[in-house]
């Protein structure tokens, strides 16, 4: 926390907070906020988010510039955690160790999910707390490292939430739907929500959609049902989130006070 001119409270963020994390943070309306080369759009009434990497290591600063005053630097330590390894066995060998045709329709659909992901809205569903997408046990958890039969594979992006084929998938904040596609070949029916501020939600594997690019959506309404498309074991909803290009925890998320 920076305190300004006669003990007023000039900015607010966390001391520390743990690799994956969404942060948000509050500055004077008006201020002008960079972290990590990019310029921070505040809200209305001075609130910023950001996301922190899988593997930042930090400490990590923050430059704000309130109206009228001097640029103040304030320092956010970062928690390390422990990414334990996930065995997943049973994959269809081709979603695994894709020939070279596949390989590169994988590279092209990934390229559309990236780009949709640059949009910076003022969407305000980020500030909301969120809710579960659906209920059920936890499968499989952001940021391990996954091993797929025998394969290693990148870590793990997201959550994933084991629930029967067909159940409704809710918006767990405020958005507005930015990419869908039935039939990606790793994801499966893929759906991107932004909720604003370069925070968003993607919703893999299902089973149906029921929205479409341009939806607006409030916390709570169904936009799809749970599936096992594309490369999966069985049905489930992979929940993921994004700071733009940073992943972060949807169980952070979640458990932000």
Known sequence: MQSGAAGQVDSVFP?????????IGKVPPGSRVTYAGRTLRATAYGSVVFGIGRDEAGP?????????????????????????????NGAP???????PAIAARIEQEQAQVTAVRTRD????GFTQHFIWPVQGRISGRFGNQRVYDGTPKAP?????IAAATGTPVKAPADG??????????????????????????????LSRI??????????????????????????????????????????????RK
């Open 176 to 205: 507005v739907v930015t990419f869908v596609n039935p039939d990606l070949y790793l994801t499966g029916g893929t759906v991107v929500l932004d909720h604003g501020h370069g925070i968003s939600s993607n919703f893999l594997h």
């Open 93 to 99: 060998p081709a979603t695994v160790n894709p020939p």
């Open 121 to 124: 809205g003022d969407e305000l």
């Open 156 to 160: 793990h992006s997201g959550m994933d």
């Open 60 to 88: 990590l600063q923050l430059d704000v510039q309130p109206p009228n005053a001097a640029t103040r630097h304030i320092t956010l330590n970062v928690t390390p955690r422990d990414w334990p390894i996930e065995h997943v």
């Open 15 to 23: 001391p520390s907070a743990s690799q994956g994390a969404m942060v």
């Open 210 to 255: 029921d929205v479409k690019v341009g939806d607006v959506v409030k916390q709570g309404d169904s936009i799809a049902t749970v599936g096992a498309t594309g490369r999966a074991t069985g049905p489930h909803l992979h929940w993921g989130m994004n700071w733009f290009d940073v992943r972060i925890d949807p169980l952070l998320v979640l458990e």
